[in-house]
């Protein structure tokens, strides 16, 4: 089946929304996410939750980064990039339509590079990106810090929930349409992977991800799977 939201990706770009208010961090952290960052990414929360602004933007909002990433991986990746996902944060755009009946396909050359970081300026925009959290997004606690049920765990993720349409969980396997997950353990704070699974459209209401209504039950087997998703561990 060819993508249904191919004609999305003629719809008009307008310029990203002003951010809501000044960043409110010092240092060089804070002057690094001014001079680069935010020509890319929201780090404060953004006043316009429409449509038009989740389509213009070039990067995934921020202002809620401390919340949702762990330290070292951010200093890490900021220093040696590496896509997270296949198409970029807008994957309409990298899209390019299939001939002779063929299924639409991403064009990697649309789909622009992070810049790197010198060890220096990942770590003081890790320290700045590790203060701007959201109250109210991110419930501490969310995850009970279960040990899953692997073989449950990743059946709810690839066939029960329809999670692997979208995301991967190893190298090679599931949708690109949305982030890969193989990396999750090590990027993804366990209470930020549990929050976003009961409500996606609390952090953004118009995200491509679908609320599931999922039970608890499957929210917490689902959180403790992915958090085991590492660089180098078996999948």
């Known amino acids: 089946m060819k993508n249904p939201f191919k004609l999305l990706a003629l719809a008009a770009v307008v310029p990203m929304a002003m951010l809501a208010s000044p960043l409110a961090q010092a240092g060089n952290g804070a002057d690094l996410l001014k001079a680069q960052c935010v020509s890319c990414h929201a780090v404060t929360k953004p006043s316009s939750s429409s449509v038009e602004r989740v389509l213009s933007r070039k990067g995934p909002d921020l202002y809620f980064a401390g919340s949702k990433f ?55 925009a890790t320290e700045a990106l590790m203060a701007l959290r959201a109250d109210g997004l991110v419930e501490p606690g969310s995850f009970k810090n279960e040990a899953p049920n692997a073989s449950m765990a990743a059946l709810l993720f690839n066939k029960l929930r329809g999670c692997a349409s979208c995301h991967s969980a190893k190298p090679g396997a599931g949708g690109v349409s949305g982030a890969e997950l193989a990396t999750a353990g090590d990027r993804l704070q366990p209470d930020f992977i549990a929050s976003y699974l009961r409500d996606p459209q609390k952090f953004d209401p118009h995200v491509w991800m679908p609320r599931l209504d999922l039970n608890e039950g499957d929210i917490q ?7 085991t998703l590492k660089q180098g561990a078996a999948k």
């Open 70 to 124: 762990r330290r070292e991986w951010l200093e890490a990746w900021l220093q040696k990039p590496v896509a997270i996902r296949s198409g970029g944060a807008m994957f309409l755009n990298a899209l390019q339509p299939g001939t002779g009946g063929a299924f639409d396909s991403l064009d990697p050359a649309k789909v622009p590079p992070h810049p790197a970081l010198s060890a220096a300026d990942a770590r003081d």
């Open 221 to 227: 087997k689902l959180t403790a799977y992915l958090s």
